[in-house]
């Protein structure tokens, strides 16, 4: 059975659209179509729910694509440890990372492309949740997300840093008597008109339940899926925010704006990076493991917050 269908499938799944499918993989709309209803009538079984447009996939078809993807990812995994044997690796790293991770991403990047200058790196923006469903559908070779909050299934993991939450915002915003401590707790944090990120972040649902073990329920005044949009909004405007400490290590100097560490309680989530649990482990995720344990890197991430 050619191979090629499993790719066209593939592609349906992630475009959603025959056409959009058959753009992606450099054919004609009644190819791709052809070459799945061909695959359907291998199979005997419906794979695709039809309609004026794409519909689904059928449960059946569900289940031949994830075989597809398996197959494919194990065809790939093939090419990528002959390739590193002729000559180094060359397949691309596609690294996932939560937004509020961005900052540390540097960090893998450079150890993974100082031992692999010919590999290129993707590297996407996500959700925790958009992370899980782009290593489950073979999607991502790995991410950067929490590992101990809501904790994903089926993966190795490698502990990078320990995140913090701080408040940030204007002196004028936070008061002067808050910023004299040095420090702020969650329910004075939960008195200011707050801007934080969107529910389907993973961050805020960590803020929201710290703010409950605070005996606080906060409605903000502010809310954002973007952490540039979380800064600004602090630095610039009305609000404070709650932000992770990597994220403050992006900030230009500002002595009108303060971070103050965030207590009552204290709350820290181990952040790290996650790549399937497969056997044999695809050959760009397990190069990337290599090249963070040699290079260091939860060190030099500790040393970049701390500084």
Do not use: K
Not at 194 to 219: E, G, H, K, Y
Request: net charge neutral.
């Amino acid at each position: 059975m050619s191979l090629r269908r499993y790719l066209y499938l593939r592609a349906l799944a992630r475009e959603r659209h025959f056409g959009r499918a058959a753009a992606a993989c450099h054919v004609s709309q009644p190819t791709l179509s052809n070459a799945i209803r061909q695959l359907e009538a291998d199979l005997g079984v419906p794979i695709v729910e039809r309609g004026q447009t794409f519909q689904g996939f059928t449960p059946e078809g569900l289940t031949v694509l994830d075989h597809a993807r398996r197959i494919l990812a194990l065809q790939e995994a093939l090419e990528q440890d002959l390739a590193q044997r002729q000559g180094g690796l060359m397949a691309p790293l596609r690294l996932g990372a939560i937004p509020t991770a961005l900052p540390v991403v540097a960090h893998l990047v450079e150890a993974f492309s100082a031992r692999h200058p010919a590999a290129p790196v993707r590297v996407l923006s996500l959700s925790s949740r958009a992370i899980e469903r782009g290593l489950a559908a073979f999607e991502l070779d790995a991410a950067i997300t929490y590992l101990e909050n809501e904790p994903l299934a089926d993966v190795r993991m490698v502990p990078l840093y320990s995140e913090r939450y701080h408040l940030l915002g204007r002196r004028a915003v936070l008061g002067e008597a808050v910023v004299g401590r040095g420090q702020a707790t969650w329910a004075e944090a939960a008195a200011h008109p707050l801007c934080l990120l969107t529910p389907d972040m993973q961050n805020r649902r960590i803020v929201d339940a710290a703010f409950r073990m605070a005996d606080r329920s906060v409605a903000p005044a502010l809310e954002t899926n973007s952490v540039i949009n979380l800064l600004t909004n602090a630095r610039l405007g009305p609000y404070a925010s709650v932000v992770p400490g990597p994220l403050l290590t992006v900030l230009p100097a500002d002595e009108s704006v303060v971070a103050l560490p965030l207590v009552a309680p204290d709350v820290a989530q181990v952040v790290g990076l996650v790549h399937p649990d497969r056997d044999p482990a695809p050959p760009v995720a397990r190069a990337l493991a290599r090249a963070v344990a040699e290079a260091g890197v939860p060190r030099a991430i500790a040393r970049a917050l701390a500084a």
